[in-house]
């Protein structure tokens, strides 16, 4: 089945440095990917999203890129900041024999030290 | 309006109690569907919801019954509960075609079973 990799954490970083946190996927077909983030104490909210191959998406200075040849949707900002600290999922959006599902990956945990 | 709510924000509930967890969006998405967290872990799937039907069910226990009364709202539906069911239940709605739509998540329920 479809499946999401992304690295371990925890990543701590101090502010104003260069994050990548990196993801690739298993699928059949072309999925649509996802980055979420979900700060402490909150649900899961989208951060960006890509559609197709080559497509970037971005978000409040994060960015990531669909590359097919890779498999990868690797999330990168140039300048991380203290609010930044949050759990990231990579995800993918399927579709199942009832519905759509999405696939998470199992999250990196983000801390960022003034 | 782009927001899920869910109520309660907090439950703490016996092993022989009967309670139930409230979703609500006014988005006009006609997906919904209820996810279990646990600690340092990504959302894990327990059902979907199509216009108001169940689509998928994850092999969820029976313990957990899920019902979607119309197209704003999702409850789910708890009774003689285990304490491995202690975990943040999150709500999540989107619109039903396509693999490109993102899923808009509640702020969870808080969930301790004792």
């Known amino acids: 089945g479809n499946s999401v990799t992304q690295m371990e954490g925890p990543v701590t970083l101090s502010e104003e440095a260069f994050l990548t946190i990196n993801c690739t996927y298993t699928?059949?077909?072309?999925?649509?990917l996802f980055w979420y983030v979900q700060y402490p104490g909150e649900g899961l909210q989208l951060l960006l999203k890509a559609t197709k191959a080559d497509d970037k998406g971005s978000n409040k200075g994060f960015e990531a890129t669909y590359r097919k040849e890779t498999t990868s949707f690797h999330l990168e900002k140039g300048s991380v900041q203290v609010s930044d600290s949050a759990v990231y999922f990579c995800?993918?959006?399927?579709?199942?024999?009832?519905?759509?599902?999405?696939?998470f990956g199992a999250g990196t945990r983000l801390f960022v030290k003034a | 309006d782009t927001e899920v709510t869910q109520t309660p924000k907090h439950l703490v509930m016996g092993m022989t109690n009967k309670k139930s967890l409230k979703c609500e969006q006014h988005m006009g998405h006609r997906a919904m569907y209820w996810y279990k967290q646990k600690a340092k872990k990504p959302p894990e799937l327990m059902f979907v919801?199509?216009?108001?039907?169940?689509?998928i069910n994850e092999s969820v226990p029976s313990r957990f019954s899920p019902e979607c009364p119309n197209s704003s709202l999702l409850n789910l539906h708890l009774h003689a509960l285990q304490p491995e069911d202690s975990a943040l239940y999150l709500c999540?709605?989107?619109?039903?075609?396509?693999?490109?739509?993102?899923?808009?998540f509640g702020p969870g329920t808080r969930l301790t079973v004792t």
């Open positions: 995800a993918l959006r399927e579709i199942n024999t009832g519905g759509f599902k999405t696939i």
């Open positions: 999540a709605s989107s619109q039903e075609s396509g693999t490109g739509r993102e899923q808009y």
């Open positions: 699928a059949t077909g072309y999925p649509s």
């Open positions: 919801y199509s216009y108001e039907k169940l689509s």
